[in-house]
């Protein structure tokens, strides 16, 4: 089984070696990506392509995990191109999933999406997914993916994850909001020790990733708030989700890190928070 | 020893009830209130007195448990009167606070806040204290209370509060707004499934008592996050917690439960939730 990879950030670089752990063979393209990426590619034995289309070509099973913006543009790129399934894992709404798997002129396609953090849960990260080769798919749970089918339509799958980052992400801007005040007022610490107390046991060591991962990706983020958005806007009048937006936004525009801190008061101490 | 209750809403029936098992003598005034307070605080064994002011005056320590928006004005009647240390616990901001315990004439008195559902924590709920008498106050400790001292100044303890609050009623009003949009998809019970996959362990079952709480108790939570407004304005321009006050004035105004439902789609089906 050949398991190819459009686009090799965060998704695609766990999930790839988890698959090759469980003895799948990985393809990807890195070409224009940076000396870490591809070295970190062949470190975990992924077949390098030179083109995204030769990853179509080759692959059983094509995974798209790009960012929101290029969903379609990737789609659109390999057409004409699968040999066998092509999934979008990215996320965006099931309106933007359905003009990109439209695209795919063999019909063998499946939207599927995390419903979790790939950082924190790897390869068994819950993953949804619904289409006409869902089915198909999930067989990929042989090589250690935590699929479950959650319907014959594409769409399905993406509205469930565009309704979990509602939540996820206006949590991050919650936490980051509020701890930037406590920061500011010398309370943080004592905010984290009371909030541990009664919300979540890992409370602490979740509420710092999740500060530090709305900074290190806040422009991620902000397209992938700008998705919910559009899908939220047709069932509702999204009050939390559009000030989420704005405020991945505003931090993606006043945040430049090269690197993940590991501590969330470096952020709040680089930052002219607002 | 004899603790008053100004104010008996849940924070002080469930406290009283807690403090009575723990051997203490428990007062109140219930003049005004439903039958069923006055019922629940017989039941509890609350001795009863005719006025606030009553209460103040034959009680060691008084805890004012009152709405944000009668903080002050009850800290005003009963300045006269108090024989002990008076305590103020409501959702109040520093400011706020100050002025109330800058009313009462024998100066003995603490800033006290719940960092916790004392619905689901009952007496072990955790009480963070500061101000001249936090230290007298801690003694309670002997009757149940789970008090920590934070510092010697008023306003210390309720900015801890504050800061809580931002975090947990911006939450409940992500649930809210998440879940009625799950709702009208059908897709909530979906939903809250894969949340509980990554979120907290009892995830579940917290979410679904934030929303309760959310519609039932939109009113004191809307004042208590005006409170919040007053007191981070100060350091920051609050984004998220401006659209979580926002939401309860808005679900305020919506809402007229009766009595709590126990299952939080029976709030989703009555309310035109927007």
Chains 1, 2 share one sequence.
Do not use: W
Request: with cysteine; aromatic share 6%; glycine share 8%.
């Amino acid at each position: 089984m050949k398991i190819g990879f459009i686009g090799f950030g965060e998704v695609a670089s766990n999930l790839s070696k988890g698959l090759r752990d469980h003895g799948a063979e990985v393809c990807a393209c890195v070409e224009g990506r940076s000396s870490r990426t591809r070295k970190n590619a062949e470190k975990i034995g992924v077949t390098l392509c030179s083109t995204n289309m030769e990853v179509a070509e080759i692959s059983d099973v094509t995974l798209s995990a790009v960012v929101p913006s290029k969903a379609i543009e990737v789609a659109e790129e390999v057409s004409n191109h699968c040999k066998g399934i092509y999934v979008d894992m990215n996320n965006v709404s099931p309106e933007t999933v359905n003009q990109a798997l439209g695209l795919v002129k063999n019909g063998m396609v499946v939207d599927a999406s995390l419903m979790g953090s790939v950082l924190k849960h790897g390869i068994n990260t819950p993953v949804i997914a619904s289409g006409p080769c869902a089915h198909e798919f999930a067989k990929l749970k042989t090589y250690g993916l935590n699929i479950d089918v959650v319907g014959t339509k594409t769409g399905q799958a993406s509205a469930l994850k565009m309704l979990r980052s509602t939540y996820t992400k206006g949590v991050s801007a919650l936490l980051f909001e509020t701890f930037s005040a406590a920061y500011k007022m010398g309370l943080d610490e004592e905010l984290m020790k009371y909030l541990q107390k009664t919300e979540c046991p890992g409370f602490k060591d979740a509420a710092a990733s999740r500060i530090i991962n709305s900074a290190y990706h806040a422009q991620r983020k902000s397209d992938e708030m700008e998705e919910v958005l559009k899908f939220l806007g047709k069932y509702m009048e999204p009050a939390m989700a559009h000030k989420t937006a704005d405020f991945f936004r505003i931090i993606a525009e006043k945040v430049d890190l090269d690197e993940k801190p590991g501590d969330y008061r470096t952020i709040f101490q680089n930052l002219d928070v607002k």
